[in-house]
């Protein structure tokens, strides 16, 4: 029995995690253009970082099905058999540590080809400076970027298979999971929102049309990894819009029937966020401020749930777990800081974590 819920195993289909803060997925926007979408030293040295800080689950940055779904043209990747070498090195590298490392798979669809935060340029990168012409669910751009082409159906009905198939090379690279990237505004979650999706193919028109292609790249996925593999889904549960259909309480209730649906189609956690699909939300931000999305979501399903947005620290963590909000809970920024978290969360929750052999010399003295 662990000391503390942060620190007890979570098993999910054949995987037991050892802990329940994970690492949420950070884009680093660090590939070379050189070599498109394949990750590198960067990509290697900062999630090892959180392997030895004891992690017990990692997940990786939002990772392009397609080349035209990078958010970025210096996002990682995962549709070419090339790129499965240099993410497999990463896992290796990341198991030998002890810890347990998810791909996150990504389209970026109509907020694709944009400068990474950290570019001194912003918006939209121009297809004669290495950007692409962006596709998306109807021709409405977000804010100021780049106008994307609609899908046709035929480009619709492809994207499952683009999941598919990156989630086969995750396999191949080792990974223990994979995650599907729909929350943020990004191509499964426009497709999801009633502000953005105004398609009346079959894959827009009602809450089920519109959480169709979500639901069939889950079913796509799920036939081509392991039945031992969990396969985990990340939804925005509001767009902060007072003009959506019902408001934030009115996408929460659709937030927590998507929940129900992809449960029903194997998927195996349903990591709950916001946001993205607007460019000037009005968002009430603060400390836990995204919790009761996913406790709604866990109340309703009968689904693991995790959450994210602003936990920080150990004892904030451990209370959202103890008040039954959450199965997991994600952290990002806070772990950017301290990239050994856990330890500091097991001192202070009385757990014992090991360090990592190389590192076991802190025991020489009392470093927190
Ligand atoms: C540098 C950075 C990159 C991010 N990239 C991704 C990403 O690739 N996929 C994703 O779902 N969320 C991404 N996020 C959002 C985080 O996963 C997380 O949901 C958000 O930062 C809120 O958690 P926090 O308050 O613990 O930072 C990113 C956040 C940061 C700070």
Redesign the pocket.
Known sequence: MASSLLFEPLTLRGLTVPGRAWV????QYSCSLESPGVVGDWHLAHLQAFAAGGAPMILT??SAVTAEGRISPWDAGLWGEHQIGPWERIVSLVHATGSRIGI?LAHAGRKGSTYAPFHPESGSVGEDDGGWATVGAGEAPFGAYASPRAMTTEEVAAVPGAFAAAARRAVVAGFDAVEL?A??GYLLAQFLSPLVNERQDGYGGSDQARARLLLESVEAVRQVVPDSMPVLV?VSATDWSPHTPGGVAGDVERTVQVARWLAERGADLVDV?SGGNLPDPQIPVGPGYQTRFAARVREEVDVPVST????TQPRQAELVLATGQADVV?????LLADPRWWHRAAHQLGHDLPWVPQYARVLDRHVY
């Open positions: 949420s997925p950070m884009c940055e939002a996150q990237h929350a943020h990340r966020s994210v947005g602003m936990i994600m952290m990002a920024r806070a």
